[in-house]
């Protein structure tokens, strides 16, 4: 019986001891991707219709990555949820420590388009004197953005 326990725990140690290999290697391949932050918003859009989207990030010291997003539009009278696609989501660390990042998405919904800006600063999210947790954001509705209007003012052109 005392072998079998010693077997039992020997193995036991033997797996651990790969397991933890395992996950140094892993670490190795993404040098610097440890620490993470999940963010979500709310937006209205219009009277009727708000935006909600989450998304996660993993960073460093230097960079910043969306490993996941997802966006809804809530219909404020009935309720309903639409999913919409989040694109060009561009995001840029600024400063780590402290970590404050910054970043753009756009969306469209109904033949409108909608570009969205956040902020995130930890020194300003908590708002100790209202309660709150809040991060700075802004919604715009370009229903007339020209394509051709962009390229025109784009900054690799700018010499």
């Known amino acids: 019986m ?30 610097g991707y440890g620490t993470y932050s ?19 990030f993993s960073f460093d010291t230097k960079n910043i990555k969306a490993e996941w997003s997802k966006a809804y539009v ?4 009935t309720n309903d949820s639409v999913v919409v696609k989040m694109e060009n989501l561009k995001c840029a660390l600024i400063s780590n420590p402290p970590t ?13 388009c909608y570009i969205v800006h956040f902020l995130q600063d930890f020194r300003t999210y908590i708002n100790k004197t209202k309660g709150e947790l809040k991060s700075t954001e802004k919604c715009y509705n370009v229903e007339d953005l020209d394509p051709d209007m962009l390229r025109k003012y784009s900054m690799s052109q700018i010499e």
């Open 2 to 31: 005392k072998k079998i326990i010693i077997f039992l725990l020997s193995l036991l140690f033997i797996s651990c001891g790969t397991k933890k290999t395992a996950v140094d290697q892993s670490m190795l391949k993404y040098p």
């Open 38 to 56: 999940g963010y979500s918003g709310y937006l209205d859009l219009n009277d009727r219709y708000k935006l909600f989207y989450l998304i996660d």
């Open 74 to 77: 809530v219909d404020k009278q």
């Open 100 to 112: 404050i990042y910054a970043g753009v998405f756009d969306i469209k919904y109904k033949n409108q």
